[in-house]
């Protein structure tokens, strides 16, 4: 079936990791990661995947786009740069949105598009920033 969000299956944390971290070096503002790729793979194969309620877009069962919630809060959303602008993400917001009343995430002031996908959505910046993350960049917190 193509183009659809799902659960993501722990076996997919190496497809998951390879989509986040082509994403994060293709995205323009975005700043470097503090962390090697290896670390990441790790990261997210160890911790993120088994932490967090991990959704995927799929187009013909391959994963394009993931978003990790815990709780309320969006931890991460990616989507592949060569399937972003078809909708994954909002797929995957749609998904999130219709299970919780309300959502709060962090993104980096400097990634624009980010910023204008979600006020697209419905977050609005709330006033906060904060630059106690691992890059050390100034992030905006976002609620819907």
Same mark, same amino acid.
Not at 88 to 103: E, K, T, Y
């Given at each position: 079936?193509?183009?659809?969000? *799902?659960?993501?299956?722990?076996?997919? =944390?190496?497809?998951i990791a390879?989509?986040?971290?082509? @994403? &994060?070096?293709? $995205?323009?503002?975005?700043?470097?990661?503090a962390?090697?790729?290896?670390?990441?793979?790790?990261?997210?194969?160890?911790?993120?995947?088994?932490?967090?309620e991990?959704?995927?877009?799929?187009?013909?069962?391959?994963?394009?786009?993931?978003l990790?919630?815990?709780?309320? *809060?969006?931890?991460?959303?990616?989507? =592949?740069?060569?399937?972003?602008?078809?909708g994954?993400? @909002? &797929?995957?917001? $749609?998904?999130?949105?219709?299970?919780?009343?309300?959502?709060?995430?962090?993104?980096f002031?400097?990634?624009?598009?980010?910023r204008?996908?979600?006020?697209?959505h419905?977050?609005?910046?709330?006033?906060?920033?904060?630059?106690?993350?691992?890059?050390?960049?100034?992030?905006?917190l976002?609620r819907?």
């Open positions: 079936m193509c183009c659809v969000g *799902r659960r993501a299956r722990a076996q997919e =944390a190496g497809v390879d989509l986040w971290l082509a @994403s &994060r070096h293709a $995205a323009p503002g975005m700043p470097p990661s962390h090697s790729d290896d670390d990441v793979r790790v990261w997210i194969r160890e911790l993120l995947m088994p932490s967090c991990v959704w995927v877009a799929t187009e013909c069962d391959v994963a394009v786009g993931m990790a919630l815990k709780a309320h *809060r969006i931890e991460q959303l990616y989507v =592949a740069p060569a399937s972003q602008r078809r994954h993400g @909002s &797929r995957l917001l $749609a998904v999130v949105q219709g299970s919780r009343a309300s959502l709060e995430l962090w993104t002031e400097s990634n624009l598009g980010a204008r996908f979600y006020e697209a419905g977050f609005r910046w709330e006033g906060t920033s904060s630059s106690d993350n691992e890059e050390r960049v100034p992030a905006l976002y819907w």
